[in-house]
């Protein structure tokens, strides 16, 4: 109910940069089941786009979650048409989609050794994505190699929570794409970051007018929310 656990994928690494491939990745995953299993029920599951977690409900664009509410409701089959279209299809009776030019689709979600809930977590995921032709499997790694890679973006997805915890939402977003995030934050490294967006960031520090802060929250949620990037 505090801090958002989201999956980055590294948006410099094929099919991540794909935003079709990424609301059908969403789409493929059933949060209720993992929560409840993998989780043993203990967090809730989120099903805002915004970036934001429960936490910080009060600030959460509901109009915007309704809008994309299909992108975060289980629809395997609607993964599937999605990913049918933008031309990811199982073109040698694997069981598996390829990228249209035919490469595979492999991939790798690390997470940290002995962390179980997380590594169920994952294990579900890899599943759930399995169910829908898209070929993944668990990383287990020790923490030092977990937290420099999230850093410098050496991964091919990763699960990490997020600052969305903290005494304001702008905070969350500093995490994920603000250009000096990048390198340093855990939430940064997965390569979906521009010059207007973390300019806009900055300015929030500069106004002390609420009204404009939360404009500038607002835009930060429709971004997200509309890109899916992680």
């Known amino acids: 109910a505090n801090d958002a656990i989201n999956l980055y994928v590294n948006h410099k690494k094929a099919p991540f940069g794909d935003l079709e491939v990424r609301k059908a990745l969403s789409m493929a995953l059933d949060r209720e089941l993992i929560t409840e299993i993998a989780a043993y029920g203990y967090p809730t599951p989120n099903f805002s786009l915004s970036g934001l977690g429960e936490y ?46 035919g490469e595979p689709i492999d991939f790798e979600i690390e997470v940290v050794s002995g962390w179980t809930d997380w590594v169920q977590t994952v294990q579900m995921v890899t599943e759930f994505w399995a169910e ?62 521009n010059k207007e967006i973390s300019d806009l960031i900055d300015t929030f520090g500069t106004t002390s007018d609420e009204k404009e802060q939360n404009k500038i929250i607002d835009t930060l949620q429709t971004y997200t929310a509309e890109n899916v990037p992680f």
């Open 132 to 193: 829908i032709g898209i070929k993944a499997s668990i990383k287990t790694v020790d923490w030092s190699v977990y937290d420099g890679n999230l850093k410098k973006g050496l991964y091919d997805v990763s699960i990490n929570w997020s600052a969305t915890n903290n005494a304001h939402p702008i905070e969350a977003y500093v995490g994920y794409y603000d250009l000096d995030s990048v390198g340093h934050g855990w939430q940064a490294g997965h390569g979906f970051i």
């Open 56 to 101: 910080f409900q009060s600030y959460i664009n509901k109009d915007l979650d309704k809008k994309h509410a299909g992108v975060t409701t289980y629809n395997p089959e609607g993964a599937k048409k999605l990913l049918d279209k933008a031309g990811y299809k199982d073109k040698n009776g694997d069981g598996f989609r390829q990228l249209p030019n």
